[in-house]
């Protein structure tokens, strides 16, 4: 997106015509950004707790929490980007159904453990060193 505002600028000074700076379209673009980089943020917060919390239970929270805002705010900043158009309808509709459906299927995946029998790892927790030690 800078890349052909910069370019449309030198065009425009170069044919001698005054050039106008697209506001509008860099607000948006910059606020489609920010929102896909906190999305990407809480995604990669998510896998880092799959891979570092004890048990089950608290990884799936982990996993439910961030992947279902992480994704909602990716799936904002590409309807910001794509503007008012049919596409950002779809994408709306798309985010309605994740907003729907992840909490729904954490939940039954819980509920599915719990009722298998799988215990929850309780009491004082130490996460692993990096070094390799296993003390």
């Given at each position: 997106?800078?890349?052909?505002?910069?370019?449309?600028?030198?065009?425009?000074?170069?044919?001698?015509?005054?050039?106008?700076?697209?506001?509008?379209?860099f607000?948006?673009?910059?606020?489609?950004?920010l929102?896909?980089?906190?999305?990407?943020?809480f995604?990669?917060?998510?896998?880092?707790g799959v891979?570092?919390?004890?048990d089950?239970?608290?990884r799936?929270?982990a996993?439910?929490m961030?992947?279902?805002?992480?994704?909602?705010l990716?799936?904002?900043?590409?309807i910001?980007q794509?503007?008012?158009?049919?596409?950002?309808?779809?994408?709306?509709l798309?985010a309605?159904?994740?907003?729907?459906?992840?909490?729904?299927?954490?939940?039954?995946?819980a509920?599915?453990?719990?009722?298998?029998?799988?215990?929850?790892?309780l009491?004082?927790y130490?996460?692993?060193?990096l070094?390799?030690?296993?003390?």
């Amino acid at each position: 997106m800078m890349l052909s505002v910069i370019l449309a600028a030198a065009a425009a000074a170069e044919q001698g015509a005054s050039f106008t700076f697209d506001w509008f379209g860099f607000l948006r673009a910059f606020l489609s950004c920010l929102s896909i980089l906190a999305g990407l943020f809480f995604v990669l917060a998510g896998t880092l707790g799959v891979l570092r919390l004890p048990d089950f239970y608290t990884r799936l929270h982990a996993a439910g929490m961030t992947d279902t805002l992480g994704a909602e705010l990716i799936l904002l900043g590409l309807i910001i980007q794509s503007g008012f158009t049919q596409v950002s309808l779809k994408l709306l509709l798309v985010a309605f159904f994740l907003l729907i459906t992840s909490p729904t299927a954490t939940h039954a995946i819980a509920n599915a453990a719990h009722k298998a029998g799988l215990a929850p790892k309780l009491g004082k927790y130490k996460a692993p060193s990096l070094d390799g030690d296993a003390s």
